[in-house]
């Protein structure tokens, strides 16, 4: 019963900025760690960004310098604040996060948010 939820995506223009949203609900024990995905037509999903429960985090060399990646452990939302965008970072990023639920503690499972749009164009 655990939903991710992402917001914040949109169309603006290079140089840019956007910040997505993606909100954990339902029967939460834990979150370890979070990350957002991206895809691009014709393109491998790939890890833009992650963060440890710790606070840890790690970018995908495009990106680094331009996105950070944040997040809110008591309202459960991991954040990607996106600036100097460029038309190459155009894609669907999708929200991931490793949780544990109140009925499987011990076994941590992966949850996608759905996917939003962001596109860069002038």
């Known amino acids: 019963q655990v939903q991710l939820v992402e917001s914040g995506g949109g169309l603006v223009q290079p140089g840019g900025s956007l910040r997505l949203s993606c909100a954990a609900s339902?029967?939460?024990?834990?979150?370890?760690?979070m990350g957002w995905y991206r895809q691009a037509p014709g393109k491998q999903r790939e890890l833009v960004a992650a963060?440890?429960?710790?606070?840890?985090?790690n970018y995908v060399d495009s990106v680094k310098g331009r996105f950070t990646i944040s997040r809110d452990n008591a309202k459960n939302t991991v954040y990607l604040q996106m600036n100097s965008l460029k038309p190459e970072d155009t894609a669907v990023y999708y929200c991931?996060?490793?949780?544990?639920?109140?009925?499987?503690?011990?076994?941590?499972?992966?949850?996608w948010g759905q996917g939003t749009q962001v596109t860069v164009s002038s």
């Open positions: 991931n996060a490793e949780i544990s639920s109140y009925a499987s503690t011990w076994f941590p499972y992966d949850y």
């Open positions: 339902g029967s939460i024990f834990s979150i370890n760690a």
């Open positions: 963060i440890t429960s710790g606070g840890s985090t």
